[in-house]
């Protein structure tokens, strides 16, 4: 998989930033954005709330799943 197009986010545990996230999974919140949600490959878990554009194209690159 090209790390280059994975979702970067912030670790709140370990207070890094532009983490790659695995096994994310896109949904959708309640006012019709877009999340994604995983782990950094420690066990961390990670969130980053996206736009609709991101999200798709993450989708579309197989580095997320559709998960709504």
Known sequence: MDT???IKAYCLKTKEKNVAM???VITKTARGGYMAG???GKGNKMAAIMSEAKALQAIEDGVAKKGY
Do not use: R
């Open 38 to 40: 995983g782990h950094d």
């Open 4 to 6: 280059s197009k994975m």
């Open 22 to 24: 695995h096994d994310a």
